[in-house]
Every structure is written in structure tokens, then in C-alpha cells.
């Protein structure tokens, strides 16, 4: 009797976690431009930044290559969408602050890595990638992720693709899911080690690596990092999700890399631009 109690609740726990973890699948058209894409982590940047990562140069480099592009968006102080990767401007920049604490204008006048390149707009780099280059464009969390959300759209629909958009924000996620559910959408996430060093709480670090959110995001693929996958790793594949890994280098072990992910981002070397698994 206490064993077929046990049994029971064990069954009706991993069924409510299935439940909680359960992605939406994309459908064919949106998978298509992405499944087997090699996509350079913030443009075909140079490890030195002689060209800079998230540059209008690094993503002219990945679309004359043939890769996919993976890029990230965040809002100047005074509501522009640029593309950047730090919430900060310390380590590509002479000056130091949050990215959102300068005006379009401020940033712009900030040199990157001491080269001739500028922090771009985002609409500026979508004029160098539309239609040549699949793109991953990554959300940053912000507290004006609504403003983010709703200016990154406005941009992507006068886009003719292909495009997708991730974030490691769930509320992002609910967003386009919520607003613009034809656009394929991804969670990101990390291991429960990194989220804790990050400063999370633990139900928080919980909650992110189990990605316990999706019965409200509904993602179509999950982007996960280097580390053990985890369980909701597998029951995801299970479930039809597609899973992009970030981000491969040269010393990765790119043929189980291959074997595992429908879709990878890379970086520091020249990979084939395309793969089948």
C-alpha cells in the first residue's frame, strides 16, 4: 500500500513537471533556416576585438561567410535599441556604466576596443543581415523589457527574416509569445551552479535551470550552455523542442556537439556553415 502511494506520487510529480516544462513545437517554416545553422556568436568577430564583437563590420563578416548570426539587443537611456552585449560598457570601452545610462549619442561617440567601430543600431545591423544571414536576437533582461519587447518587434516586422528571438528573462519570452507568436522563440538558460554564482536566490536559480517556466513561455527551442544537461534538457528533446547550444570554440567536441543540437553558436574559429546531425 505505501509503495503503490509512493509510486503514485512520484507518477503525478514528474507528470506535473512534464506539464511545467512542456515547449511549443515550431513549426516546419520557422525550424527550416535554423536546423543545422552554424551561427557566430556576436558576428565573425576577431578574438583581439581588432574586429569587435557585435560590430556592423563582425556581422558583414558573418554574412559574406555564409553562418547564421547570433546578436544581442538592449535600450539606450534615452529609448534607442542598439547592440551590445554587457550591461555594462567597462570592458569594450574606455568608459565605464551601465549601457542603459548613456543616450544614443554618448555611446555612439565610444570607441570599441580602441578600434574605428562604433556600437550599432539595431536597425543598422538588420540592414547588413535581412535576408542574408539567420538571426538569433537575444533580448536583454531590463526593467523596460516591455519598451525593449515592443521596439525590437517594430523593427523585425520590417524585416523580411529569417529571423527568431531568445532571452534568459521568461517575462521576454511571454512576451513574444503573447504578442507575436509567429515569431520562433527561445529560453535561454544555464546550469543551477552558474545562476547561484550569479547572484540568484536558490528558488530563483531552481526555477531557471529547471526551466519551470514554460507552461507561461511556451518556447519553441532551448538555448543551453556548456555543462551537464539537465533533465528538462531531455524531456524538452522528448517533447519536440529544438536546442541551440552556446558556445562552441575550437577545442569543443564539435562531432557530439553535432550529434546533440539542431542548431549551434560559435566562436574564435571557421566551422562548415551548415551541418545535418
Known sequence: MVFGICAAIVVILVCLYGFLIAPRKAGAAQKAPF?????????????????????LEAFRRAAAAGYGVELDVQLSSDGAVVVFHDDTVDRMTTKKGRVDSFTLEELQAMPLKGTDHRMPLFTDVMAVLDRKSPTIVELKSTPNYRELCEKTLAILRTCKGPYCVESFDPH?????????????????T???GHWRRSGKKLWQAALMHTLCCNFLT?????????????????????TG???????????SDHETLKKRYDCRIFEHYRPETRYQK
Not at 511556451?218 to 522528448?238: D, N
Open 35 to 55: 536546423s543545422g545553422l552554424m551561427a557566430a556568436h556576436r558576428g565573425l568577430y576577431e578574438k583581439d576585438q581588432s574586429v569587435p564583437e557585435n560590430s
Open 172 to 188: 521576454i519570452v511571454r512576451w513574444f509569445y503573447q504578442n507575436a507568436p509567429d515569431i520562433m522563440r527561445g529560453q535561454l
Open 190 to 192: 544555464e546550469s543551477f
Open 218 to 238: 511556451h518556447p519553441q527551442f532551448i538555448a543551453y550552455g556548456r555543462g551537464p544537461r539537465p533533465l528538462c534538457w531531455f524531456l524538452g528533446k522528448c
Open 241 to 251: 523542442a529544438m536546442h541551440v547550444y552556446w558556445t562552441e570554440r575550437p577545442d
